[in-house]
């Protein structure tokens, strides 16, 4: 409809300002940042490093710190000279497999990478790093016959279209031969993100105010203070328009794939597939000290179900495929961890840049990648043809509340200015906004396999009759 056209276009106009219309495979400067183009990955003995970025972002905007700390360009040049790369591609308007075999198609056969992503850009890394699966070719066809079949359940735009880009990257994924020898996966929304589930409004206004806190009200740079993104009249804009027409996740291809239902999601997190090299995970929790962030924390927790950076579930970050050769975490938590703060922290830069040289001992060893359920946010009915339909009605104060899309419980920063003044019982524009995930939702996903589940969230304030 026209609420989804006006955010596609405002999204696109916003996204290539983002990457100032640089779009492919780019070499990275030895000194200060700075990218030049290259029409594909020269051919090398030795590995080379690619950047992947996250999303609504460039390369600038998520590894820029790598460069402004001399200690870590120092190391990142050591280990690799000048074999540096950067991916840059649009994150919004196209989906990680349009990403992916975009970049495939740069590669010279028989290349050996190493990969940093950001967020979404690790998406794009895992189905890279599916070359080289163990004993199967990266895609089966009937891998591939069943994410189109889910693609076209949920109701995916151009279903067909991506079930014809993932036959074709397995075709060059096959064809190139080429070897993901490390992999270092920064707060990747593996197994979805809650923030992105159903409607768009919660992620953009978390988003608008993790991205825009180095500018003032009016726009411009603090002093001081590096800003995360560029064009930031153009983020708001986009982001106002998300807010403003509740936009349905579905709208951008790039941001549908973090749902936790999404079709890639569940490829990327099949349980039969084995990938042969190490995955090194940097996993953020943010968490505070003293009161007031601590009721924070708390209250971001009941709606992401647990753990976050505020952006991406903690649990999400260790999805994917399993490793052959393990996959390493390495946990980093407290009030300065956020989704845009990695590349800033020696606990996870220092961390990152030694896994790429093989030192493993800032990680941990876990069992295998996380199977964890990811809150989608008490909403979403879970479909079952045929099967008989089973209403889950929470108890008193299990619903979130809201005016207009603005929600006051539950939802700190909202709690914190006072806003719940606008919950008397003769308010009026006051909503339902999905139940507590963290209390109903592993009940609906046991319920799922034999019903259709449908969450009832209620104004807990008004007559029990009137629900």
């Known amino acids: 409809g026209p609420a989804g056209v006006t955010a596609l276009i405002a999204a696109g106009t916003f996204q290539d300002a983002q990457l100032d219309d640089r779009i492919g495979l780019y070499r990275c400067a030895t000194d200060a ?238 349980p039969d597939v084995k990938i042969d090299p190490p995955l090194h995970v940097v996993a953020g929790d943010f968490s505070g000290d003293g009161l007031l962030p601590w009721l924070g924390d708390c209250l971001s927790e009941v709606f992401y179900g647990g753990e976050t950076d505020l952006v991406v579930n903690t649990p999400s970050m260790s999805g994917g495929a399993a490793r052959v050769q393990g996959i390493r975490q390495r946990p980093v938590s407290g009030p300065g961890v956020t989704h845009f703060s990695y590349f800033q922290r020696d606990a996870s830069a220092l961390a990152l840049l030694a896994a790429l040289k093989g030192d493993d001992s800032k990680f941990e060893l876990l069992e295998g990648p996380s199977r964890a359920a990811i809150s989608r946010g008490g909403k979403k009915p879970k479909r079952n043809d045929d099967a008989p339909i089973v209403f889950l009605l929470p108890g008193i104060m299990g619903s979130h509340i809201q005016t207009g899309s603005n929600r006051l419980w539950i939802e700190p920063i909202s709690m914190w200015s006072g806003e719940m003044a606008k919950l008397k019982v003769d308010a009026r524009g006051v909503t339902p906004a999905g139940w507590m995930d963290r209390s109903y939702e592993s009940l609906a996903r046991y319920l799922a396999d034999s019903h259709e589940v449908r969450p009832f969230a209620y104004d807990w304030r008004l007559s029990i009759t009137a629900a």
């Open 33 to 270: 940042f700075g990218l030049s183009k290259v029409d594909r990955l020269p051919e090398s003995a030795e590995p080379a490093l690619i950047f992947l970025h996250g999303t609504a972002s460039s390369t600038e905007g998520s590894f820029k710190d790598l460069w402004s700390d001399q200690r870590y360009r120092t190391q990142l040049v050591g280990s690799y000279n000048a074999r540096l790369y950067a991916f840059e591609h649009r994150s919004l308007t196209e989906s990680p497999l349009a990403n992916a075999l975009d970049l495939v198609r740069m590669l010279p056969d028989g290349a050996r990478l190493h990969l940093v992503s950001h967020s979404r850009g690790g998406m794009v890394g895992e189905l890279l790093a599916r070359a080289n699966r163990v004993g199967q070719e990266p895609f089966s066809d009937d891998e591939i016959e069943h994410f189109r079949a889910h693609a076209k359940r949920v109701g995916r735009d151009g279903f067909e279209a991506d079930a014809g880009r993932l036959r074709e990257l397995n075709r060059e994924l096959r064809r190139r031969a080429i070897r993901v020898e490390r992999f270092a996966r920064v707060a990747c929304p593996a197994r979805g993100t809650t923030l992105a589930s159903g409607r768009l409004d919660r992620w953009a206004s978390v988003m608008l105010n993790l991205l825009g806190k180095g500018f003032d009200a009016a726009g411009n740079v603090i002093p001081g203070m590096a800003p995360v993104a560029k064009g930031y009249t153009l983020l708001q804009n986009f982001l106002l328009a998300v807010v403003r027409q509740r936009t349905d996740a579905r709208i951008l291809p790039g941001l549908e794939a973090m749902m936790p239902d999404s079709p890639l999601v569940g490829l990327l997190n099949a």
